[in-house]
């Protein structure tokens, strides 16, 4: 059988094939967080509000989806790197049975759990009905998120990004579309308001599913799947795609502690704070985005060059996206301190959310071009199946750090002084970072390639 390209392709081209069509999706997604919440904040700044503090259960699911990935992408390209297609098989399929239990965890949480995670965050009785609304559907309806995730990161591992992009695309496409449709009711459609944000959701999430599902059968000729396999999975299998993608699930999942105990901080200022917070998270997105788009593309790159013993490709594919990265944050640190009140314009802001907004994204923007250099060197801990390491600096930034850096600064009574958290944060993060880079790539690649 002829070499995967991710062994044989020139680096720069490769990383670009690799990671560019996901950085796109990616871009597009974040068009689509961005769409959606300026249609949801049409409605009013309750509705965003409402949102807001939906969204750390909502990144939940998405956490279990793409942390799960992680571990079927590591442990898939590193099978197919040292030519081992059973192996590569059984993570595949049993890639599939993992995504439905998820599903049907999160509806489980969905009728549970609404109620008291909206109430904890807000003593307002008109965005906590608008919360229950949104979050119920979003994750009782939660199944086509995780085949989503998990088809494209089939995709993904075998370096046929151009489809997983594809995919992603369409879901996002779909979302935006019926976003309008579905709030303020268009043509045959009813108005549903922030219900409507929702269901446009989880209607692009089962398309682009669907979608998925079927370019994996059509083209992804290096895996085979089967019902047997799907329903009858070896444990030990399941096993090592835990065991590298519980630390990645908990590494993302971090993200969603961290924004609801930033809600709950900033819910003593005001509503407002909350949703300026939320607007912010919209935003970032277009630059985070598509370094994550970058991170994944290297991910099966580092993985399938580990498996084949190249370390000169190793090295070359981590400064060339080390460099792309830093490239990419500094524009985003460039746009939010020239742009900040255009930006946030796009939310129909009231005069308080501008002027508190203003000094929001041009404080919290600085830490970006530090956040690449942490990005880059945690895919290395994700390919070699190391992810513990991620979570290690995950657990440090958002939790240890700053979490209690923005509470100490809430005490002065300046909710300016809150997002100097961010940057506290990330300089510690980039510390350990660096030490456990240095570690991983001296274990797994000095001393053995």
């Known amino acids: 059988m002829q070499e995967n390209k991710m062994g044989v392709m020139p680096v720069k081209k490769l990383i670009v094939n690799m990671s560019v069509p996901m950085m796109i999706s990616m871009l597009v997604q974040a068009l689509y967080n961005v769409v959606d919440s300026i249609f949801v904040a049409m409605l009013s700044e309750n509705a965003l509000t409402a949102v807001t503090i939906a969204f750390p259960l909502q990144n939940l699911m998405i956490s279990v989806g793409a942390g799960t990935g992680v571990g079927i992408n590591a442990m898939l390209s590193r099978a197919l790197g040292e030519k081992k297609f059973e192996k590569s098989d059984s993570a595949a399929n049993a890639g599939v049975l993992l995504a439905f239990f998820s599903a049907l965890a999160f509806l489980i949480i969905g009728l549970t759990c609404t109620v008291p995670f909206i109430n904890t965050q807000t003593n307002d009785p008109k965005i906590r009905q608008l919360g229950y609304t ?130 709950m901080i900033l819910k003593t200022f005001s509503s407002t704070a909350i949703a300026v917070f939320g607007a912010y998270f919209k935003l970032q997105s277009f630059f985070f985005m598509p370094v994550f788009g970058l991170n994944n593309g290297m991910i099966p790159v580092l993985a399938y060059n580990l498996g084949a013993k190249k370390k000169d490709r190793i090295n070359e594919a981590l400064r060339f996206a080390l460099k792309l990265a830093v490239a990419i944050m500094l524009c985003g640190t460039l746009v939010f301190e020239l742009f900040p009140r255009q930006l946030l314009s796009l939310f129909s802001p009231s005069a308080e959310m501008i002027r508190m907004g203003v000094p929001a994204l041009r404080t919290i923007a600085i830490h970006f071009p530090i956040a690449a250099f942490g990005i880059v060197m945690g895919s290395i801990f994700q390919a070699f199946s190391r992810s513990i390491y991620s979570l290690f600096v995950s657990l440090g930034r958002q939790l240890v750090i700053l979490i209690p850096a923005a509470w100490l600064l809430a005490q002065t009574g300046n909710v300016n002084n809150v997002w100097w958290c961010f940057l506290i944060a990330e300089c510690v993060s980039f510390i350990l970072s660096l030490t456990f880079f240095k570690k991983v790539y001296r274990e797994e690649v000095a001393d053995r390639l």
Do not use: W
Request: aromatic share 10%; hydrophobic share 50%; proline share 3%.
């Open 134 to 263: 949104y979050l119920r559907i979003v994750t009782t309806i939660g199944i086509g998120v995780f085949m989503q995730i998990t088809f494209e990161r089939l995709l993904q591992s075998t370096g046929r990004t151009m489809l997983s992009m594809a995919s992603q695309i369409t879901g996002a496409v779909i979302n935006i579309i019926f976003d309008p449709v579905f709030i303020f009711g268009i043509g045959v459609f009813p108005k549903m308001g922030v219900a409507g944000a929702a269901y446009a959701t989880v209607m692009g999430q089962c398309i682009a599913a669907c979608l998925g599902l079927f370019l994996n059968l059509r083209f992804n000729s290096e895996l085979h799947f089967s019902l047997k396999k799907i329903i009858t999975p070896h444990a030990r299998v399941i096993g090592r795609i835990y065991a590298v993608g519980v630390p990645s699930i908990l590494m993302m999942a971090i993200g969603s502690v961290m924004t609801y105990c930033m809600n």
